[in-house]
């Protein structure tokens, strides 16, 4: 295993964190006697390998996980890799609660982080859907539609920009509720901004 250097800035995250620090701890040594470089980005710890994001570090409420973004290229010979919805296309995460869970683990995770740092060196990619495969709402295709100027902002914004408010319209099971995201939303669509910026 390789020499562990660790990041100042992702000390200072693991002193402020009040959940699942023994376990991110647990899981950070494992990760950095592999070889990996600790950054912080996201205001999580990453791991790169040669410039690639590898693996994340990072808390939930109900859990602490190891997230693999390129997960999806891996062999999973453990039955161990979670995707964490039906939207995620690439990434994988191994979750855990208990310390105990992942020092029993140890050599199972470094197997897991050096399969991810050979798929990474490899230059494999993850196959993303394109955006045209994602469904548009009804009643944002009529909007799109009865708007041209709507329509024209829309096909303007990043194929990830569109994708993130393709999946936030079409999550809700009622119609009225996709339209008041919708109608929410209309504003940041014709500015030119992402769901999040």
């Known amino acids: 295993m390789a020499h562990a250097i660790t990041n100042p800035k992702v000390d200072a995250y693991f002193e402020r964190q009040e959940n699942w620090r023994a376990q991110s701890q647990a899981l950070r040594k494992i990760v950095l006697d592999c070889g990996l470089t600790e950054e912080l980005k996201w205001g999580e710890p990453c791991y790169t390998v040669d410039g690639g994001n590898?693996?994340?570090i990072h808390g939930f409420k109900e859990y602490c996980a190891l997230l693999f973004f390129k997960g999806a290229l891996m062999k999973d010979p453990n039955a161990i890799l979670i995707r964490q919805t039906e939207n995620v296309q690439g990434a994988r995460q191994i979750r855990f609660t208990e310390l105990a869970e992942i020092d029993r683990m140890t050599?199972?995770?470094?197997?897991?982080?050096?399969?991810?740092?050979?798929v990474e060196k490899a230059g494999l990619k993850v196959e993303y859907r394109k955006t045209e495969e994602f469904p548009v709402p009804d009643e944002f295709q009529a909007r799109l539609?009865?708007?041209p100027e709507?329509?024209?902002a829309f096909e303007a914004l990043t194929p990830?920009?569109?994708?993130?408010y393709l999946l936030n319209f079409a999550a809700p099971k009622q119609a009225k509720t996709r339209e008041a995201r919708i109608e929410k939303c209309l504003s940041r669509i014709l500015?030119?901004?992402?769901l999040h910026d």
């Not at 990830?160 to 993130?164: L, P, S, T, V």
């Not at 500015?191 to 992402?194: I, T």
């Open 54 to 56: 590898v693996i994340i």
């Open 107 to 118: 050599d199972i995770l470094a197997a897991y982080v050096l399969e991810a740092v050979a």
């Open 145 to 147: 539609d009865a708007e």
């Open 150 to 152: 709507l329509k024209i």
């Open 160 to 164: 990830g920009r569109q994708r993130a």
């Open 191 to 194: 500015e030119g901004k992402g």
